[in-house]
């Protein structure tokens, strides 16, 4: 068996002077790695070359004996290559084309380049195995590393130690400092960008972040590519990086006492990290570093260019990063040029919806008038979406470059730009989760609305169904917190109806008044009460004339209702579960105006029943037939039913086309198909456009045929 280690040392002199590895605790650590992975019951058959420009290698002060030394002492065969250019044909000629057998384990140890193309002229057997132990293994197989190839960090080999990594982020100071320069702070690619700059340093074993998480208005904007506000998702896409989100209270001092706390601490730890990262600009954090660096600590400071203390930046025994040249940021400006949505994504809430609908309350307040920017500003922190007036500055300039508020003059005045998609959609939220509030208190004569049953209902929002809108109960329940925090609802804990000692959750509105929007909402639900009573004695032909799509929902539900109590043989009908039923008929408060209708007329009766599933009472619907209005639907519905009889007996294909032929322009043909269909009477033929089968044994049908089944298919028979 032919087993080769080739070890590049010109290339790994360098890896193992940044990563702080002993020489020749490295060309050990190689060997024996090697054997093992190789599995070699005889340790003289692998043979390992140390491969280098010998000559021209530089002295370490700390190595008593030259590297050429270590590796022959170690038991490797040294290989002089002068010109790097010619080593894989060095080794090819001076190794390889000397065995006479093809290579069955090769191990290359390099973070470099120059050996892959090796890796494509040595003879190998079958089943050869080919390892690379390198550094970065992305930057490896973008230079050609084949697919195939196993590859192995050399730091984590056995033996081989590296420098460990410990990170202190005083996230609040970088970001508020990133922003003052004027750079956007993407979350996501923050993060990322640390990570990598922080693993450069050796094995990252630690991180912290430490900012007044949850804490509105504390931190400027974070955003993600697609300049999404995230600001609630920081603390877990920071865990998702393995980022620890420490909190502390809003405030500089408060988060270098913190830091400086948790640095010395963890300094006194016998696996303290051999390399110390502080991210921040204070000049404080001298009292820290000095003690580092007495026990020979290697610390490194993160800061932001023109934001980083002169004592930071004049202290020789430092490392000095500057986060804005290894990040990459944007600036507000250049990202006022990229699209700020994605319709993928999900449109959650954020401190641009804040704005949003602060700027809405004060333009209703004040109608006709212009709104400053420093008006807005001050009504963001009065709200407490932001706490201070520096903070509201930043969120509204950033909102001005998003493009989201326009600037109406040199003066200051800004306008909402009704065309931006976020503002769109955050109006249409709000629009449509009010008046779903409004219309089931006006219409249930209730106090508030369970929250369980807000979310049910805000489910059918036909609106709301666009891309990354209405997609989840918890979706739904962003939004709705949203406006309870901006103060556009109002939540409270009410003793539970069927056990008191349970408080469960339920939504208002404010008091009328106590804003100027819910002012709009008091009228909406004024003009809603004032319709409904208008229905009272209105036929449904004279409904068709004013509200065509409430009337054909009043069709559909009197033949559910119908149909579901009796073939069950019950007195009523869930209204859950018709609601769903008729669900895709619904554009938002169709099925609502409806069963306002059927109750105005006495059609029907809404009341809470007994049912026998249950321990609870439900919520149900129960159909009065004997209602000259519902026989009418119901008439209709039989003679529909009876026309498709005919079709049936007479062997005449089932269609749209022939239903209009036979039936009279008074009859809405589509409406009476979608019902039938929905009612399991007719099913669509496979392959067959706009043909359907009776079903015959349907219970209704049978009843309307008033004939036995066997009987006439022993007929046809």
């Known amino acids: 068996m032919a087993a080769y280690l080739i070890v590049d040392v010109d290339d790994l002199l360098h890896f193992s002077a940044d990563k702080g590895i002993d020489l020749h605790e490295l060309a050990i650590a190689l060997l024996a790695s090697a054997r093992f992975a190789a599995g070699l019951y005889d340790t003289a058959a692998l043979k390992a070359i140390a491969v280098a420009d010998w000559r021209s290698q530089d002295r370490d002060e700390n190595l008593q004996l030259e590297p050429e030394a270590i590796f022959r002492s170690a038991g490797y065969r040294v290989l002089d290559v002068h010109d790097r250019s010619c080593l894989p044909d060095c080794l090819l000629q001076q190794v390889f084309y000397a065995d006479a057998f093809p290579v069955e384990e090769l191990i290359l140890a390099t973070t470099g380049r120059d050996l892959l193309t090796v890796i494509e002229q040595v003879q190998v057997t079958d089943n050869a195995r080919i390892r690379v132990w390198g550094d970065n293994e992305d930057a490896l197989r973008a230079a050609g590393l084949p697919g195939d190839i196993i590859f192995q960090p050399l730091v984590g080999l056995h033996g081989i130690k590296g420098k460990n990594v410990w990170v202190y982020i005083d996230f609040e100071n970088i970001s508020i400092s990133l922003n003052e320069q004027g750079f956007v702070v ?18 990252l074993v630690k991180m912290a972040a430490y900012a007044p998480w949850g804490q509105r208005g504390a931190l400027p904007p974070l955003v993600d590519s697609s300049g999404r506000e995230v600001a609630d998702d920081a603390p877990a896409r920071l865990m998702m990086s393995n980022i620890d989100p420490v909190f502390h209270l809003p405030g500089k001092q408060s988060a270098d006492i913190r830091i400086a706390r948790d640095v010395l601490t963890d300094a006194g730890h016998p696996e303290a990290g051999d390399v110390i990262i502080l991210a921040t600009g204070d000049r404080d954090f001298n009292d820290v570093i000095n003690p580092l660096l007495q026990r020979n600590k290697t610390v490194v400071v993160w800061g932001v ?48 919806s804040s704005v949003i609908v602060q700027f809405f309350r004060l333009e209703t307040a004040n109608p006709g008038k212009d709104i400053s920017a420093e008006t807005l500003i001050g009504q963001l922190i009065d709200v407490g979406d932001v706490i201070s007036a520096e903070r509201g500055n930043d969120l509204v300039s950033q909102a001005i470059s998003l493009g989201i508020l326009r600037q109406k003059s040199a003066h200051g005045l800004v306008e909402l730009n009704l065309q931006h998609p976020i503002v769109d959609k955050t109006l249409l939220i709000v629009n449509r989760m009010v008046r779903r509030v409004a219309n089931t208190l006006v219409s249930r004569s209730w106090e508030y609305v369970n929250y369980g049953f807000l979310l049910k209902g805000l489910s059918m929002e036909r609106d709301l169904d666009r891309p990354g809108m209405n997609e989840s109960d918890q979706w739904r329940s962003h939004w709705i917190d949203c406006l309870v925090r901006e103060q556009i609802l109002q939540r409270d804990l009410v003793p539970h109806r069927h056990n008191p000692d349970d408080l ?34 209105v036929p449904l032909h004279a409904l068709y004339e004013t509200e065509p799509e409430v009337a054909r929902m009043v069709n559909r539900i009197v033949v ?64 009065d037939e004997a209602n000259p209005y519902v026989a009418v639907i119901l008439a209709e519905r039989d003679e529909f039913l009876r026309v498709l009889l005919e079709m049936y007996r007479s062997n005449v294909t089932i269609s749209r086309a022939n239903l209009e032929q036979r039936l009279t322009d008074r009859w809405d043909v589509p409406l009476w198909l979608s019902i039938m269909k929905i009612e399991n009477v007719l099913n669509p033929l496979p392959g067959r456009a706009d043909q359907y089968s009776l079903f015959r044994t349907h219970h209704t049908v049978k009843i309307v045929a008033k004939d036995d089944i066997d009987e006439v298919a022993a007929a046809k028979g």
């Open 504 to 537: 469960v959750p339920v939504i208002r509105l404010p008091a009328a008044g106590t804003h100027p929007l819910m002012k709009s909402v008091e009228e909406q639900t004024a003009a809603l009460e004032f319709s409904s009573q208008e229905w009272e004695g």
């Open 305 to 352: 260019r023109g934001s980083t203390g002169r004592l930071l930046q004049s202290n020789p025994s430092l490392q000095l990063e500057y986060i804005d040249d290894f990040t990459d940021l944007q600036t507000h400006q250049s990202l006022s040029t990229v699209e700020t949505e994605v319709d993928t994504e999900s449109f959650i809430p954020s401190q641009w």
């Open 186 to 203: 993407n979350l996501d690619h923050l993060i990322e960008r640390l990570v990598s700059q922080a693993q450069a340093h050796g094995k």
């Open 560 to 623: 559910s209702v119908q149909q579901f109590t009796s073939f069950r043989n019950f007195a009523w009908c869930p209204l859950g579960s018709l609601h769903r039923r008729l669900r895709e008929f619904d554009s938002g408060v169709t099925f609502q105006h409806a069963v306002e209708y059927l109750l105005i007329n006495n059609m029907v009766t809404v009341n809470e029943y007994p049912n026998p599933r249950s321990d609870f009472n439900t919520k149900g619907i129960e159909l």
